[in-house]
């Protein structure tokens, strides 16, 4: 009796043991992964000449991008525009921040530029010309897919600050 009490104790400490460890394990590799996807992503944008990017990542550095592309503003991230933008409305954090928050990008670049959002695409002028023509290059299917994304951002932008949450 006494004998088999003891042996039920030791067989609950050993399962909860390994349950415990499994879960460290399955912690331990989803940062190892953030952290290689994030560092290939990088050192690829880097050699795009995208500026204000870490040459090394923290861990935290590492899970925040991973999230950040993992979510509704992925395309934001592995194009490089988070490189110099924000896009807030998705989360996305640049760490340079040297352009404007691409969350209000349809509304703004009318103030800013004195045209559609459309026609900046086309033929951006500015700094954006720069990026086009020397640091991101887009075929014509990346360039429309680009103007849905800033579209979409900016609706979904005006949608969350209807209902109050942004
Ligand atoms: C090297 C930094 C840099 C990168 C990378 C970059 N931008 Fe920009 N962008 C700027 C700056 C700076 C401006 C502000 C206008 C200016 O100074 O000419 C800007 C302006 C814009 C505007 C007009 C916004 C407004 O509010 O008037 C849009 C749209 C835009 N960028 C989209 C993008 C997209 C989409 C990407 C990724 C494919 C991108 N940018 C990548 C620096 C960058």
Redesign the pocket.
Known sequence: MRNGRINRMTWAIVVAGLALGAAFCAREDKSALAMKRSTELIEGLRKHQ??GLPKVLTQAQADDVEKMRSGEGGW?VE???F???HVTVYGVKSFAA???D?S??QE??EK??GKK?EE??KAP????MI?RTQ??KMTPEEEAE?LV??RKAYADHQAAKAAGTK
Request: proline share 6%; glycine share 12%; hydrophobic share 55%.
């Open positions: 995208i500026p934001f194009k490089g525009c490189g110099c933008h040297i352009g404007p691409l209000l990008a703004d670049v800013r530029f959002l900046f695409w002028v500015g700094t954006m990026v640091l991101i680009a994304k800033l």
